[in-house]
């Protein structure tokens, strides 16, 4: 009996998680209880819940403490300090296998920038579902612009006019940030938005992006944090482009991290973004004496996660494996696992 099959065939286009897994894993997502659903082959009506997001606040952070990485840490920390100090930013590109702790670095230097005063925004490119959400730039401008991502069009239209009101954005950028956000377009300005063709619209709404984050950065220094680039689409990479051109010029990092393989940022990238500084780190695995902890930790939330879901191979676990069969930064579906699907190789 496959429960994730059974759930797959409900979802229409969404992602549907039983009761056990949304325990398991309900830090790490945000879903919602759809109630009983009765699915073929369970004789009773099993609990479903739909996943909505990651809970971008949600680290494991709370749960071990962070160890190693002393090397990066102090590159980072050097470079935040440059940021303050000069006013310019750049570029952190963090990279590395699957589980080799990319996540973990880059919320260990959203403490860093924390405590320096920095305000932080969080974005992940998810893969839940093709074309669903590969595009993380709608949920850092939410961030930017203090939004919750359920909050309602007109706190959002509220925030966008405060913008323009407060100087972040200027008013011929309203269509732009509107479109963006899947708001109505504002009577005004209508008619010069829908005027415009394509190429000139994608061109309006990065500036605008870049616009919004380098003036707020302005007021107080940011943190952009973008996750698991390798799955972003071709126009998220050039807002990215973008926002680093911005944050070469402004108190703002924007750090990103990518799987080695699938990494986007080549030559053309880093051409797009104008001469802002881009330090690449690339991540080998933790020393064994200061992994053993972390793996068994790792190992422990897995396996208990799988089994608590469905005691064998059903639902979503999130594996942390380097040499795990999953592709790097994604949720894998537990039935795509050899049974028995309890594998989770620590690193
Ligand atoms: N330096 C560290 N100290 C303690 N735990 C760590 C450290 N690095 C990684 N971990 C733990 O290892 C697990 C995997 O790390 P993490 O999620 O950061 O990897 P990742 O590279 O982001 O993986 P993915 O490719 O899936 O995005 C997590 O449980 C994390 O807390
Ligand atoms: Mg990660």
Redesign the pocket.
Known sequence: MNLAARLQDQAAGETLISAAVQRGIGGRVRAEPLGPRALRGFDRPVPVWLVVGVDSSA???A???????ARERTQIAGILDVCLESRRGGVVLVR?????????????IGTLAGALGMARHRALVLDFGVGKGRDPIPALVRGLLDVAPDGSKSEWEGRAAAAVDGGIIDQDQVPFLHDLLDLPQPTDQRARFDAMDSAARRRGIKATVATLAARLAEGTPRLLIV??LHWADASALEHLAELAAAAGEAPMVLVM?T?VEGDPVDHGWRGATRGSPVTTID?AP?RTA??S???I??SN?VSDASSRATGSCSGWV???GATST?P???WTPASTFPAPCTTSTA?
């Open positions: 680290g494991d952070a749960r071990t403490p962070f160890v190693g990485r590395g296998e699957a589980g080799i702790g990319k996540t973990r670095l880059v919320e260990e996750e698991d991290t799987c991540l933790l200061i992994s902890a972390a793996s930790w790792r939330m999130l594996s942390s999953r790097c930064g994604k690193k």
